[in-house]
């Protein structure tokens, strides 16, 4: 019963509309930090160029489908396009660049008082006393929580241009808000989304071409890059189409107190990014904020479940359906894209090139600091890499999450358990050996690198794609079951067991100079592969039974050779070796 309870929440509007507060908050920071160097519409041009053609393959069929909706419908697209894609995204952009993301989103939060105005003066619907209630208790957490409880000192600094243009977007949010309301049920989100913003990308080109300098100046800064590339993907695609699920089961005005949660997820990014400690102000403007979305969404006992939002249109289940596949896609593809990046930074990481913070570089602190801490980080990692990986795990964990994002997710984690680790990592600069010779040096190198390449293709042998949980998500997505796993010892593997892990330690192990930190990541890494790999062939004793057996009597652990006469039990088969020790 617990467990049903906990997948309902994970599956109810109120979960998307929070995701997607807690994307767009995230927008505000990058939009802030670009203000700089892309100009407003260059950057809300570019976010929806990326996101349109992240959505564009999954949605054409649909697309395609609904044709004869989309004609008839055609100025409600153009609506959505110009208000809630271009002129909004556009209005805050051009705020930024002269107002704090203090003051827009404390202006922000008037949000939904704007659409419970906009509601009421068009008679569209009649807001209760609850709504108006909670609104103004999660208006007044808001204040609290961005102000710090220094309200005065905010009125005394006065509106600035930035200030009143966030004004004018938080008209616009409310009138796209309200329009949203009137998508037929024929019409499915992820295609009105995608039309939309098609719309609102022809809109937006002529002022585009207009524009007095190169809207592509800016682009050759890894950071901008990164920085539209997460607006393009959460805070665009991914958002997008969870508040369309939100706003079309709850209401644009039960779905807009949901705004308010941006302001606390704020203040949650500072303190985790930024070191910001919390204050009593923060705290006590959270409570306020989650007790007013509280207030909204309870229902009195004699109202029904559908309550008066049941003039909205009900989504048909097969576009419901199609709509949670496809965020389940981009979720999984942007883990894989975080895998990838963390992956790229390792290598650079562990052999000193490429990347600001490596293994050996930082603030040095005192040796015994350096030991718990670094012993520390590695430890989170192995936990979650072992823990999540355990059959047992993951019977309780798909309780929770959709089967199609189980992988995906420890492939998140596991990279974000690295990015802790290269982040916070200490160096012991102390030499423990160093190569004089440039040549030896460079070999060991080069050495190095050829570990990292063993295990790159190591993955390719076994199936990348499902090692990494974009398979799952592929296969989901196009409703196909995944294959049973099959046991076959391609190339690498038909001389060791592991080749995954033996480039692991090849590339770790390869350094023409070690200091002691890296000589500790070495040593402490290498310990836990072997207690991996002693994990992990469990899994695939109990997985594979004889076949697997004879196989690991056949070929060896880590070293290349074999311990007796290959036999033809394991022929035409796959072993998922490498899923995770």
């Not at 220094?150 to 409310?174: K, P, T």
């Not at 709850?250 to 070191?275: D, E, H, S, T, Y």
């Not at 390869?510 to 890296?518: E, F, I, K, Y």
Request: aromatic share 12%; charged share 10%; net charge positive.
């Amino acid at each position: 019963m617990k467990a049903a309870r906990v997948g309902a929440v994970l599956r109810s509007p109120a979960l998307a509309l929070a995701l997607a507060a807690l994307f767009w908050s995230g927008n505000f920071v990058a939009g802030r930090a670009l203000s700089g160097a892309v100009d407003p519409v260059t950057l809300n041009f570019l976010r929806w160029l990326i996101a349109l053609a992240i959505i564009a393959p999954f949605v054409w069929r649909s697309a395609f489908a609904a044709l004869p909706a989309l004609r008839r419908e055609w100025r409600l697209i153009l609506a959505l396009g110009a208000t809630g894609i271009a002129a909004f995204h556009t209005l805050i952009y051009v705020a930024l660049q002269s107002t704090t993301v203090t003051s827009a989103l404390l202006i922000l939060s008037l949000a939904p008082i704007a659409t419970l105005l906009g509601s009421a003066l068009l008679g569209l619907e009649r807001p209760s006393g609850r709504q108006i209630g909670g609104a103004l208790i999660s208006i007044a957490g808001a204040c609290v929580l961005i102000t710090r409880g220094e309200l005065a000192g905010i009125l005394s600094q006065g509106f600035s241009a930035g200030d009143l243009w966030m004004l004018a977007a938080v008209v616009i949010w409310a009138a796209y808000s309200l329009i949203l309301r009137r998508r037929p049920s024929d019409l499915p989100p992820s295609v009105a989304l995608a039309a939309s913003v098609a719309a609102a990308l022809l809109m937006m080109l002529p002022l585009l071409l207009l524009a007095a300098t190169n809207p592509l100046a800016a682009l050759g800064s890894v950071s901008v890059l990164l920085s539209i590339g997460y607006i393009a993907v959460f805070a665009s695609a991914i958002a997008f189409l969870l508040w369309f699920r939100g706003v079309s089961e709850l209401g644009p005005v039960r779905a807009g107190q949901f705004v308010n949660l941006m302001p606390v997820f704020g203040a949650g990014l500072a303190f985790l990014v930024l070191g910001e400690a919390p204050t009593w102000a923060q705290a006590a403007g959270a409570a306020l904020v989650l007790s007013g979305i509280a207030f909204v969404e309870r229902r009195p006992r004699n109202e029904s479940p559908i309550h008066d939002d049941a003039r909205f249109a009900r989504h048909v289940y097969s576009q419901e359906e199609h709509m949670s596949r496809l965020i389940i896609f981009l979720y999984g593809l942007a883990s894989y894209v975080v895998f990838f990046v963390t992956f790229l930074y390792a290598i650079g990481f562990v052999s000193g090139l490429m990347v600001p913070k490596t293994i050996d570089t930082g603030t040095v602190v005192p040796v015994t600091e350096a030991l718990i801490v670094n012993i520390l980080l590695m430890s989170l990692f192995a936990i979650q890499h072992s823990v999540m990986a355990r059959k047992q795990f993951k019977q309780w964990w798909t309780q929770f999450v959709p089967k199609s994002v189980e992988r995906s997710t420890y492939v998140l984690f596991a990279s974000l358990a690295l990015v802790l680790l290269f982040w916070q990592w200490r160096p012991i600069p102390a030499v423990a050996w160093q190569i004089a010779d440039p040549q030896i040096a460079m070999a060991i190198t080069g050495l190095s690198f050829v570990g990292w390449l063993i295990v790159l293709t190591s993955t390719f042998l076994i199936n990348h794609f499902e090692l990494f949980g974009l398979h799952q998500v592929a296969n989901n997505l196009a409703g196909r079951a995944m294959p049973a796993p099959r046991f076959r010892t391609p190339l690498y593997y038909k001389f060791v067991r592991h080749p995954i892990y033996l480039g692991f330690i090849i590339a770790f192990w390869s350094a023409p100079t070690m200091t002691v930190g890296h000589l500790l990541f070495a040593a402490v890494t290498t310990a836990y592969i072997f207690v991996g790999i002693w994990l992990e062939e469990r899994d695939l004793v109990d997985l594979f039974g004889d076949d697997y057996l004879r196989y690991r009597n056949r070929v060896s652990m880590l070293l290349p050779w074999r311990k007796s006469a290959p036999s033809d039990a394991a022929d035409g088969r796959i072993v998922g070796v490498g899923r995770g020790p």
